[in-house]
């Protein structure tokens, strides 16, 4: 099963989507608004996040009015996990350089545009490090955010938990099997979802917050 997860995620794809946009959007242009392009990529990350689930299993055989209720639920939480994942994994850098000469600072996509919360995401990752954290893990964790039994007016709640256990039971399997060595290291992983839980909604709640407040100072 973890290597059917594994097969969904393709990294290359996660990056390049990501730059490709950074470029498109700075291409023959003075200046762009940083807040406004970083929420262009957030949109497009939801997307993504969209075309990955409904191909999934568990998840693509629900209804669509499920469907929406989950990802509604868990896009957040799946963006700082994705980014834990490629700034552990795949070297994504802090910053990048855009097109225009501009600085993008790419951390802010994993903090949702919250500075503060940087040394809280620094925590999570040294955490997971901790734990060896790997492709397996991530995409466990991912499923498990994803398939969460627990989201208020869920049709279909049997598919969803069903699908929610078998994973649990897969990654406790996983764990003890490849990773004898790391102490509890499932349970500790399962522990640190509700970490990024609370930094994925303070995120939403500022981004929410500053768009109320810039559709007040158009209105003036």
Not at 62 to 73: A, F, P, R
């Amino acid at each position: 099963m973890i290597r059917e997860f594994v097969q969904s995620i393709d990294d290359r794809e996660w990056q390049s989507q990501l730059f490709e946009l950074l470029r498109k959007q700075t291409y023959n242009q003075v200046e762009v608004d940083l807040f406004e392009l970083m929420c262009k990529v957030l949109d497009q990350n939801l997307f993504s996040q969209v075309d990955w689930a409904r191909n999934t299993v568990f998840f693509k055989d629900l209804k669509v009015d499920d469907q929406m209720k989950l990802l509604q639920h868990s896009w957040s939480d799946m963006l700082v996990l994705d980014h834990l994942h490629q700034r552990i994994h795949n070297n994504l850098p802090d910053e990048t350089q855009l097109q225009n000469g501009q600085f993008f600072n790419l951390l802010s996509l994993g903090l949702l545009g919250v500075p503060e919360l940087g040394d809280y995401f620094n925590e999570l990752q040294n955490k997971l490090q901790d734990l060896k954290f790997d492709m397996g893990d991530y995409v466990c964790m991912k499923f498990l955010i994803l398939l969460n039994p627990n989201v208020r007016g869920i049709i279909n709640k049997k598919t969803v938990l069903q699908g929610h256990e078998n994973v649990q039971a897969a990654l406790l399997d996983y764990t003890l099997t490849c990773y004898p060595s790391v102490t509890d290291k499932f349970r500790r992983l399962l522990n640190i979802l509700p970490d990024i839980h609370a930094m994925a909604e303070r995120g939403e709640e500022h981004l929410y917050s500053k768009h109320c407040a810039d559709i007040n100072k158009n209105k003036k």
